[in-house]
């Protein structure tokens, strides 16, 4: 048997959402987070930002292949930005978003600073500021 290295990942290209309502869930993240909703392939849906973005599957329609159980409201995420927590919160609040928690933890190369709401589907979502 050949020796193989273990692979080396350089970044994140792309994630999925299983969503219920694919408009509301456009909503929150482009009014909230500044993502922007792009189509893409065969007439797939998918929020963009910086090098990233979320493709989006409709819970009963997913795109193959998938998770092994696609489930609405099953995703953590935490997003960096440059943008103030304070106003990260505050769009939230104008926009009607609860935060549900807010302040410091530690991310994947550090300390950082953050805000938790949910989504339409009730995936937790971190948006957070570096503190290094």
């Known amino acids: 048997m050949t020796e193989t290295r273990p692979v080396s990942i350089d970044s994140l290209d792309h994630l999925v959402l299983t969503v219920r309502d694919l408009d509301a869930t456009i909503a929150f993240y482009r009014d909230w987070l500044g993502m922007e909703a792009i189509t893409f392939g065969e007439g797939r849906t998918a929020l963009a930002f910086g090098q990233q973005k979320i493709n989006l599957h409709v819970a009963g329609k997913e795109i193959e292949p998938n998770a092994a159980v696609a489930t609405p409201g099953s995703g953590d995420l935490c997003f960096l930005t440059s943008t103030p927590v304070a106003e990260v919160r505050a769009r939230a609040e104008a926009l009607g978003i ?10 994947a190369l550090g300390p950082i600073d953050s805000v938790y709401a949910r989504d339409p589907d009730g995936n937790l979502v971190e948006v957070s500021n570096r503190l290094y």
């Open 98 to 107: 609860a935060v549900i928690e807010a302040g410091r933890r530690t991310g």
